[in-house]
Each structure stands twice: as structure tokens, then as C-alpha cells.
């Protein structure tokens, strides 16, 4: 860096007096006593400002904004944010690479280097979204289910193998290593980077809204839109509103039978209370002493649930010890403890004097917790072991909602017997048919995945089972905790359990449960029964861990195991025995349950650094099929039109050098009229491919058969699968339908009709589209093909009361317009029923968080906010999205 292209380049110093080349920008030179003040959170972004300040993408008044935080977060100011690096996961990725792909297609033909459409920024994409619990329950599932895996995605992972070597600064992390956020915890995250002897902190933002797990190291990220992830690999800042700060204190020190599980699901609803969405939350008090690295990175894990931006907890000596167990090197950990020291990023938690300002503080007794699920819809929604059994039956009865069934009070003790492997069971409300230990939440915490081993190996000894019809699986996030299960010799009492390794990767959570045999699906469909899953993971939204189960939970591992072992939710493990054990005798929960002091001892015997070397030392080698695999070696990707897995999308097509202006909404229909709480899971596609959908239908007319169709996120490279896929969520609640159902009504004619097939018949008569929806439109994973999708079906513009951060960022990045009803303002206030057509006139020019006019046919106008929030966004929908602005950028039009 020059003296010349930075005004702060007077602050760079060495770190060490003895070596001039290693070098940092030193923020206590400034001399600004604001800079102390600043949550530590903000100090990253601070310190990022000050290194990248160019006065172009960069200005020094930007740096003011964000020291002068005190003030200007009270405001909505924009500011630009460059993290160090990038994260992927392959269903977020796929897509990625593909419109990078056609991205070097799009700058050929306007005449510019394809070969400038590359990451700039180290990008780093981990294969662990795409394996399925195909089999469970015999000795080479693991094996089977990888193998299938390899054979259903082979197209795919090719395609990516093309992309790592096509492009420069991308590295794959193969399949079969570990869930993407362990493997950037206890692999990736550099928590200070060395590059060319200039010393910062590591940040990134990811494709994953759960990216915010490394907030638990004392690194600064969280989940953006692909779209958005895109634009910072080609070397784009991320513009954000400089973000307020909740500080929250913990203090007080668990009961020994809490788990970290208990303590991130009250945080979850302690937060949703407070309401910190867009905001970050950063992490202080004593009590955060008394948490492993693992228990921070859990909380940090589900910081989306509760939706929050960032959950920070600042690096400490507990996360250096952390960095010395998972095997980094000792030269890491000095420069990492030196410079962060250096810098005032270092955090004694203990040492009240360092606790910084805060826009508010909340506070939580960790005496308090009790252990807890949450569910049976929302991961929000705690409930106290305790009160499981009582909440599940009020919850049969209670009017269809997130806390509801709308059952008749004489179903509700239905019972069906079915037959299964030559005996005969029964299935009634609340019956488990999925116990799940899966997830980035909990795998990478070695105290409740121990904790669930030692739970079996108590559970085995005292003559406990799970009923084999219950579909049970382990997943764990990295070949350590295999490692470590295994050495510790419970990994032989899980397996008998049932809770054989099924795959290394995010399974279960993300509905890759694979299929429930057949008798148990036919005895819930008879019943029309509510089946319970039980699963270690951070969502459960209606519709995501598997179709047959209508009720889902999260809970620690242990809990898992211990409600497979009884079987059903509707329990009272305080008064009740979980099951009889041997000569007949009840067994209690109580009576199996490790305390936190039996795990511990466990946890510092076998969690050992030379695991972690062992294990990643071959990480990227480790595949042999991956390594096997042939892949193209061309710039340009030679598309095959006869592929379902990867094609060409259209969001380039008749790019032109200059963009046109913006076009106004004329006479739009509604598409879908939507309530509260629509998440991604409702729009994005997700899951198995349903045989009576139109993705479905065009796969067979592609001459798939059913069992060939794989997933929707395996086929996230097919734009053609994907727009037929969206809102295609059975759970999908429309107010123009009386029913949950991934249907419309088409206006003009008043035909029910899929989503995709209503869409299209509006394309033919050239009819533009609109949706309206209520609070919180687009909470959830971070879905790219959430705005994508929409944006093919020929949806101009989302009319809702509040969007969820990164959905409404995709839908900027994809020209869709998101428009917000004014405060107190809703559908239902101004009388709209959506079977009325919408326009909207864009005045010249437009401003940012701008009112705009909405007319009706029926000569009504009321006014909305138009959410282009920053004058960055703003020019990524002139441009008709942020791809078509950088392929104009990069291609030097």
C-alpha cells in the first residue's frame, strides 16, 4: 500500500521493533479517545475502513462515521464494509460459480478480458449441503450414503472441481470433511490474517446465514445473499447502515445439567423479545468466561433465529486456548495475541473498565436456565422440558399457527398400529419418527456431543432402546468429532442406539432426512397424525426437516437421544419413566443424565490437538473420488443444453454496455397475497423434489425418473428447476386458497393453479407481477434463489410491512423492488384483498428509502417506502441488479 492511495498510511507501524515487514495499522495512533469507547464489534469495521480508505469505494468520511459510532448509529448512515474473505457452501455456491461462469460469458460478448471475473477477495467453499440420510441403522451407511451422494451429484461437483481451477483465490473444501461452519471454526478462520507481512483482523461475510457461528472466535461475519457474496469476491465493498449494538451481559454460572443447547434456545427468545434485528449483539460480562469457545460459537450458531446481524464475542484467552486445542501453530497464536493486543481487540471479560459503550444492555443470569426445547414450529419458540408434554397437547387443540394444529379434541388421543420389520407398533400425536444429531449448532461443541455419548453408553447399561422404526442418524460437522467419540469409547453405544455416522455435512436440518419407511407414513397419513422430529439443528420452520412431520424440536443432542429412547414428546420426564430397563425396572431420565462435570473430565482427556492436525492435514486429499474426478480446464465453462444440474440462467440475456432507465409497474397482479412470518423456506426452493410439481413435471420431460430427481438444492445450478420450485413449500399459506398448499389463484380466470404455472400464464399475456405480504417477509437462510426465483416468475415488486435484512438485500441485488407499508399501515388496514391491480410510477430521480405512490385500479393511492436503503443499492437497480452492475464494471462499460 502507498502513501499516496491512502490518507491513513501514517498509522502503519511494525508489529515486532525487530522486523520491519510485518506491519499494522495502528488505530491507537489516531489518537481519538472515541476509538475506546467503540464496542469491539465496530472496532473491525473501524479498522477496515482505515486500511482500505481509497476516497473512492473508501472515504475518510466514512472512517469519521464509524469512530464518531456513538452518535451516527443513532441515524441511518451508510458505510462500506471489506471483509477479509469469503465463505460458500455448495448449495449457495453452485449457483455462485454458475453466475460467475455466465458472468465471463456476458463480459466476452461486451468485448472486455473474461478472465477479469474472478475472486478478488480469498474465497473459500465447503461441499456439505448435498448428502442425504439415505440409510441409517446398518454398519455402512456412512459409505452408502456418500456413494450415493457422489453418484446423484457427479455433474455438480464437477462443475465445481472446473471452478477451482478456473478461477484464481477460490479453494473447495471436498465432500465428506464437515459441515461448513466447523470446518471455518476449527479450520479456516485465521482470526488475524498475514498478508504479505500486513497484519488484520479476519472478517468475512457468508452464503450461509449461520456464517455468523465464527462470531464465537472473535471473528466478524455473517450471512449475505449470494448475490451480495458475489460482489465482494470481485473486490466490492458491502454497503451497510452502520449497525446499533446490543451489549448483553451474562453472568452466573450454569446448573451442572444445563447444556450449551438450554443456554443459546433462552438466548434465542430473550433476543426475539428485545428485538435486535439489523442489529449486532456483542457479548460481555463475566458470565461469558464460564463458556468454551464451542458454547460461543453455538450461541453465535443461531444469532439468525433470534436476527440479529452479528453475535460477537471478542477474542479473549479462552479463544487462544481454543486455537492451541484445534492444532494452529505457535507462531499463529503470537501474532494473533500480539496484534490483537496491539489494536485493543483483546478482551479481558472480567475487567469491567474494558466493557465499551453499547445502544442498550440487556442481561441474562445463566443460573436461570433450564433445559429446554424449542419448537413445534419456530426456532424462537422455547419451551421447558418440563412443560413439553402439556405445551404439545395445547398445541393439537390451538387454532392453525406457529403454536397450533387446529385438531378436533376427539382425535387427539388417535392411535394407528402398522407393522414393521414382522412386529407391531402404534402411532399416536407427538410419536418421534426422526431423532436427529445434525447441524453446525451443536457438532462442533465436544460437551453435548460427548454429552449424548455418555447418555447412550448409560442408557445401554441400564437395558434402554429406540424403537426401530424411528429413523435416528448422527452427522457429525468434522471428522473430529468422530475422532473423539470413538476414543472415548462411546461411540459404540450411540451406534447401538441407533445413531450410527451417517455422513459428514448438514443433513436433517436442511430437510436432507431422506425418505421414513414406508408403514410409518402410511400410519401417519391414515391417522393424519402429528409426527414429531427431534433434532440438534437451529431451524424447524413448517415444511423443512421432512413432510410427515408436522411438529419438529430442537434440543441438545442428549435431549434427542433421550426422546428417541421414549419415543414420543408428549412426556413429562420428571414424572414419568423414559422406559424400562432391565428386570423390568423404570428408568428415569434423571437416572441417565451426565452432569457437566462427567463430560468435562471426558472433554479434556480426549479433545486433543493432535486430532484436529490429523484430521486437517489431509482435509483438501482426503476424497478419493473427489480427487478422481475429471473436470473441464477451459476460461469459459462449455455449457451442456442437455444438463438438469447446470445451465446457463438468464439474467443476462440483451445486456447492454448501458443501462436503460427503469421501468414504472403498469396494471400488476398479485401473485400471491401472504401473511406474517413467510420465510425462505416458503419461497425458496428446498427439500425433495415432490413428484406432482412442476419442477417434476419438467424433469420427466427432460426423462428423469422420480428417483433421479435429487433435491432442489442439488439442482440449484438449473434455473428452469428453480423458478419451478419457488413457493412451491406444501406449507405455503395463500389468503387467495383456504388451505396450506404451494398453489394460486390466477385473477383473469379464477383457475387454482401451482405458483409456477399461474406465473407463466401471466407471462404469456404480458402481465407483470407484485406480491403482498406482512411482518418479517423473507426471515430465514440467507437464499439467493429466494429473490432469484421471484424474479424469473416476473415478480416486479414485494409490498410488505418489514423484510428480514438479507432478503430484502437479494431482492435489491436481483432488481426486484421491495416496498414497504408506512408504520401502523398493512393490507388489512387499507382494506386491499390483492385481487386488485397495483402500479407504480418511479419518480426521476429516486432517492433512497424514498415515498412512492401504489395506485389501484379502483382509483384508491396510498404510499410506501421504496427500500433501497443506500445510494449503493440504489445504483445496483438502475442497473437492473448488482451482476449486471459489475459485469458493466469489470467489462470497463
Not at 104 to 109: Q, W
Not at 809 to 814: A, D, I, R, T
Amino acid at each position: 500500500m502507498s502513501a499516496t492511495s491512502n490518507p491513513f498510511h501514517h498509522l502503519v507501524e511494525a508489529l515486532d521493533p525487530k522486523d520491519p515487514n510485518q506491519r499494522f495499522f495502528n488505530l491507537s495512533k489516531l489518537g481519538d479517545p472515541r476509538y475506546d469507547r467503540l464496542p469491539f464489534s465496530i472496532r473491525v469495521l473501524l479498522e477496515s475502513a482505515v486500511r482500505n480508505c481509497d476516497e473512492f469505494l473508501v472515504r475518510r468520511a466514512d472512517v469519521e462515521s464509524i469512530l464518531d459510532w456513538k452518535r451516527t448509529q443513532e441515524q441511518t448512515v451508510e458505510v462500506p464494509f471489506r471483509p477479509s474473505r469469503v465463505i460458500l457452501q455448495d448449495f449457495t455456491g453452485v449457483p455462485a460459480v454458475v453466475d460467475f461462469a455466465a458472468m465471463r460469458d456476458a463480459v466476452t460478448k461486451l468485448g472486455g478480458d473474461p478472465e477479469k471475473i474472478n475472486p478478488v477477495c480469498p474465497a473459500d467453499l465447503v461441499i456439505d449441503h448435498s448428502i442425504q440420510v439415505d440409510f441409517n441403522r446398518k454398519n455402512d451407511s456412512l459409505q452408502k450414503n456418500q456413494d450415493l451422494e457422489f453418484d446423484r451429484n457427479k455433474e455438480r461437483f464437477q462443475f465445481l472441481k472446473w471452478g477451482s481451477k478456473a478461477f484464481r483465490n477460490m479453494r473447495i473444501i471436498p465432500p465428506g470433511s464437515g459441515i461448513v461452519h466447523q470446518v471455518n471454526l476449527e479450520y479456516l478462520a485465521r482470526v488475524v490474517f498475514n498478508q504479505d507481512g500486513l497484519y488484520y483482523p479476519d472478517s468475512l461475510v457468508g452464503t450461509d446465514s449461520h456464517t455468523t457461528m465464527i462470531d464465537g472466535l472473535g471473528v466478524l461475519g455473517w450471512g449475505v445473499g449470494g448475490i451480495e457474496a458475489e460482489a465482494v469476491m470481485l473486490g466490492q465493498p458491502i454497503s451497510m447502515v452502520l449497525p446499533q449494538v446490543v451489549g448483553y451481559k451474562l453472568f452466573g454460572t450454569p446448573d451442572k445439567f444445563i447444556t450449551s443447547t438450554d443456554i443459546v434456545l433462552t438466548v434465542t427468545k430473550h433476543l426475539r423479545q428485545v428485538g435486535v434485528v439489523g442489529k449486532f449483539v456483542e457479548f460481555f460480562g463475566p458470565g461469558v468466561s464460564q463458556l468454551s469457545i464451542a458454547d460461543r460459537a453455538t450461541i453465535a450458531n443461531m444469532c439468525p433465529e433470534y436476527g440479529a446481524t452479528a453475535a460477537f464475542f471478542p477474542v479473549d484467552d479462552v479463544s487462544v486456548g481454543y486455537l492451541e486445542q484445534t492444532g494452529r501453530d505457535a507462531e499463529k497464536l503470537d501474532y494473533i495475541t500480539k496484534y490483537l493486543k496491539a489494536v485493543s481487540m483483546f478482551r479481558d471479560y472480567n475487567d469491567v473498565s474494558q466493557d465499551p459503550d453499547f445502544t442498550q444492555v440487556v442481561e441474562m443470569d445463566l443460573t436461570a436456565v433450564v433445559p429446554c426445547c424449542s419448537g413445534p414450529k419456530r426456532p424462537q419458540d422455547r419451551i421447558a422440558v418440563s412443560d413439553m408434554k402439556s405445551d404439545f397437547e395445547s398445541c393439537l387443540g390451538a387454532k392453525q399457527g406457529f403454536k397450533g394444529f387446529q385438531l378436533a379434541p376427539e382425535s387427539h388421543n388417535t392411535s394407528v398400529a402398522f407393522q414393521y420389520n414382522g412386529a407391531e407398533y402404534a402411532l399416536s400425536h407427538g410419536s418421534v419418527v426422526i431423532a436427529a444429531i445434525t447441524s453446525c449448532t451443536n457438532t462442533s461443541n465436544p460437551s453435548v456431543m460427548l454429552g449424548a455419548g455418555l447418555l447412550a453408553k448409560k442408557a445401554i447399561e441400564c437395558g434402554l432402546s429406540v424403537k426401530p422404526y424411528i429413523k435416528t442418524s448422527l452427522s457429525p460437522g468434522s471428522g473430529v468429532v468422530t475422532y473423539y467419540l470413538k476414543e472415548s469409547g462411546v461411540m459404540d453405544y450411540l451406534f447401538k442406539l441407533g445413531f450410527e455416522v451417517v455422513g459428514y455435512g448438514c443433513m436433517t436440518c436442511i430437510g436432507n432426512s431422506g425418505p421414513l419407511p414406508e408403514p410409518v407414513v402410511e400410519a401417519i397419513s391414515q391417522g393424519d397424525l402429528v409426527a414429531a422430529g427431534i433434532l440438534s439443528g437451529n431451524r424447524n420452520f413448517e415444511g423443512r426437516v421432512h413432510p410427515n412431520t408436522r411438529a419438529n424440536y430442537l434440543a441438545s443432542p442428549p435431549l434427542v437421544i433421550a426422546y428417541a429412547i421414549a419415543g414420543t414428546v408428549r412426556i413429562d420426564f420428571d414424572t414419568e419413566p423414559i422406559g424400562v430397563g432391565t428386570e423390568g425396572k423404570p428408568v428415569f431420565l434423571r437416572d441417565i443424565w451426565p452432569t457437566r462435570e462427567e463430560i468435562q473430565a471426558v472433554e479434556r482427556e480426549f479433545v486433543i490437538p493432535s486430532m484436529f492436525k490429523e484430521v486437517y492435514e489431509k482435509i483438501e486429499k482426503v476424497n478419493e473420488r473427489w480427487n478422481a474426478l475429471d473436470a473441464p480446464s477451459d476460461k469459459l465453462y462449455p455449457w451442456d443444453p442437455q444438463s438438469t444440474y447446470i445451465k446457463s440462467p438468464p439474467f443476462f440475456q440483451g445486456l447492454t454496455a448501458a443501462p436503460a432507465p427503469p421501468r414504472s409497474v403498469q396494471d400488476a397482479f398479485v401473485l400471491l397475497n401472504l401473511g406474517d412470518s413467510v420465510t425462505t423456506d416458503h419461497i425458496s426452493p428446498a427439500g425433495n423434489i415432490a413428484r406432482s410439481s412442476a419442477a417434476a413435471r419438467y424433469l420427466t420431460e427432460k426423462g428423469l425418473s422420480p428417483r433421479e430427481f435429487n433435491s432442489y438444492g442439488s439442482r440449484r445450478g438449473n434455473d428452469a428447476v428453480m423458478a419451478r420450485g419457488t413457493f412451491a413449500n406444501i406449507r405455503l399459506f395463500n389468503k387467495f386458497l383456504s388451505k396450506q398448499a404451494p398453489q394460486t389463484l390466477h385473477l383473469p380466470s379464477g383457475d387454482t393453479l401451482d405458483v409456477f404455472d399461474a406465473a407463466e400464464r401471466y407471462r404469456q399475456a404480458g402481465s407483470p407481477l407484485v406480491i403482498l405480504a406482512g411482518k418479517e417477509y423473507g426471515s430465514g437462510s440467507s437464499r439467493d434463489w429466494a429473490a432469484k426465483g421471484p424474479f424469473l416468475l416476473g415478480i416486479r415488486a414485494v409490498l410488505a410491512e418489514s423484510y428480514e435484512r438479507i432478503h430484502r438485500s437479494n431482492l435489491v441485488g436481483m432488481g426486484v423492488i421491495p416496498l414497504e407499508f408506512l408504520p401502523g399501515a398493512s393490507a388489512a388496514s387499507l382494506g386491499l384483498s390483492g385481487r386488485e391491480r397495483y402500479s407504480l410510477l418511479l419518480p426521476d430521480p429516486l432517492a433512497p428509502r424514498m415515498l412512492v405512490d401504489v395506485k389501484l385500479d379502483s382509483g384508491k393511492t396510498f404510499q410506501v417506502r421504496m427500500r433501497f436503503d443506500t445510494d449503493v443499492e440504489l445504483t445496483y437497480f438502475l442497473n437492473g441488479g448488482i451482476l449486471n452492475y459489475m459485469i458493466r464494471k469489470m467489462s470497463g462499460k
